[in-house]
């Protein structure tokens, strides 16, 4: 003879209680497997971010140096030499820029996942709560 679960209308209420209690537990545990999976998917992203943040000050600080130079060079040798260094200058700041932007852009797309998987858990948990104090009544 194997062993199966009776249909739900001949089991006792012990064995409901205990299938549903399985659920219950299988469910908080899948539950729990997909927070993880969503914080290190946000961590991830958010570290891409914060590198391109990283990228667009070097560049900033690149840009700061070679400002520097453009008004020594302006200052001691005329025209040519000094506009080479604009040059430069610029493209590194609109180069900081855009580094800036889609860094920005990656960290406000980071999602709100983690908070909807534990408002789920919490929810489960009370319906959990919940039906065994019924069972109880």
């Given at each position: 003879?194997?062993?199966?679960?009776?249909?739900?209308?001949?089991?006792?209420?012990?064995?409901?209680?205990?299938?549903?209690?399985?659920?219950?537990?299988?469910?908080?545990?899948?539950?729990?497997?997909?927070?993880?999976?969503?914080?290190?998917?946000?961590?991830?992203?958010?570290?891409?971010?914060?590198?391109?943040?990283?990228?667009?000050?070097?560049?900033?600080?690149?840009?700061?140096?070679?400002?520097?130079?453009?008004?020594?060079?302006?200052?001691?040798?005329?025209?040519?030499?000094?506009?080479?260094?604009?040059?430069?200058?610029?493209?590194?700041?609109?180069?900081?820029?855009?580094?800036?932007?889609?860094?920005?852009?990656?960290?406000?797309?980071?999602?709100?996942?983690?908070?909807?998987?534990?408002?789920?858990?919490?929810?489960?948990?009370?319906?959990?709560?919940?039906?065994?104090?019924g069972d109880h009544a």
């Open positions: 003879m194997t062993e199966q679960s009776p249909p739900t209308s001949e089991a006792s209420t012990g064995q409901l209680i205990t299938t549903a209690m399985q659920d219950i537990s299988t469910l908080i545990r899948d539950e729990m497997q997909l927070a993880k999976q969503d914080l290190a998917d946000t961590g991830k992203r958010v570290g891409v971010g914060a590198g391109l943040f990283g990228a667009a000050g070097i560049l900033a600080l690149y840009g700061l140096g070679a400002l520097i130079a453009t008004i020594i060079l302006a200052i001691s040798e005329g025209l040519e030499p000094w506009i080479a260094a604009a040059i430069v200058t610029v493209v590194l700041f609109i180069a900081a820029g855009i580094a800036a932007l889609v860094g920005k852009g990656r960290v406000s797309n980071v999602g709100e996942a983690p908070q909807e998987r534990v408002a789920s858990l919490k929810a489960d948990i009370n319906t959990a709560r919940h039906g065994s104090e």
